[in-house]
């Protein structure tokens, strides 16, 4: 089977086998050479714009010295390959690093963020994200820090110069909601003014006033690539879910077009951010 597109299953292998193969310290050419194929059978493999079969899986997770549990997994992401979407389930928590939503924001050209509680993940600071990852009861204490540090690795992607646009819905709720405490909070709605003037970042609010809108069900991120399908990710309690049907994706960029009807331009949204931090100053400043 050949794939001009790859689903994201396919991608996700191809990223996996590619871990693999630099883990063991060989380079594609190294790799080829062991298995007797040619480097371009190697090479499309790792970018998952071929089929791929279960027994080329093996032979070549076996040449990385792969075992075990990830051998496991990346055989049954093979056997799935041809499936759009993608769903990842975790039992009573998400796993310390969702790699595939980090390899996939890595590759994308543009990401558009709609947040209805929190400030966006690639926007906050911190004090904030360990505020929010702290409440999560399905998260081990031992484990905070680290989800901290994660959080924040994935705002590289604001520095590395690929070019890449963000764009962020804000509910007003989000920029009222005391995560972590008043102090903190200022404290993260001025680093969210701060983002929000950088050229590859557009901030924009959608106000409370607004009452009832289209992205009411909830948060969600759409994720473009110049390459491949455009992917919408949405993430529960203990469950991931990855959407890449045309009519899903359409759905969802209704609603940012709806939303983005509804919402505060850019200026206006830094005036607003800027007011409640002025007065969330004003009450710290009036408390005890």
């Known amino acids: 089977m050949h794939n001009r597109q790859p689903t994201m299953r396919s991608r996700e292998l191809g990223e996996g086998l590619r871990r693999a193969m630099e883990a063991a310290g060989l380079t594609g050419v190294e790799a080829a050479r062991r298995l007797d194929w040619s480097p371009s059978r190697v090479s499309r493999m790792l970018s998952g714009t071929r089929g791929t079969t279960e027994v080329d899986v093996a032979m070549f997770l076996t040449v990385c010295g792969v075992r075990g549990r990830e051998r496991k997994r990346l055989l049954a992401v093979c056997q799935d390959q041809g499936v759009p979407g993608w769903l990842q389930e975790y039992g009573d928590r998400l796993p310390k690093q969702l790699i595939t939503l980090v390899d996939h924001e890595d590759k994308a050209q543009r990401i558009t963020d709609f947040e209805a509680t929190w400030v966006p993940g690639l926007l906050q600071t911190p004090d904030y994200a360990r505020a929010l990852i702290s409440s999560v009861i399905t998260v081990p204490k031992v484990e905070v820090e680290e989800r901290v540090a994660a959080r924040l690795a994935r705002q590289e992607l604001f520095t590395r110069g690929t070019g890449a646009r963000f764009g962020f819905f804000v509910h007003e709720t989000a920029l009222r909601l005391p995560v972590g405490g008043a102090a903190v909070l200022c404290d993260q709605l001025h680093h969210l ?51 890449e049907r045309r009519e899903q994706v359409t759905a969802y960029r209704r609603i940012l077009h709806a939303l983005a009807e509804v919402a505060l331009d850019e200026g206006h949204s830094r005036d607003l951010i800027a007011t409640v931090a002025q007065e969330l100053s004003t009450d710290l400043e009036d408390g005890p």
């Open 193 to 243: 003014l701060r983002m929000s003037v950088r050229p590859p970042i557009t901030v924009r609010v959608v106000p409370a006033a607004v009452g009832a809108h289209a992205g009411s069900d909830g948060s969600f991120r759409l994720l473009e690539f110049p390459e491949f399908h455009p992917v919408v990710y949405l993430e529960s309690t203990t469950t991931a879910l990855f959407m």
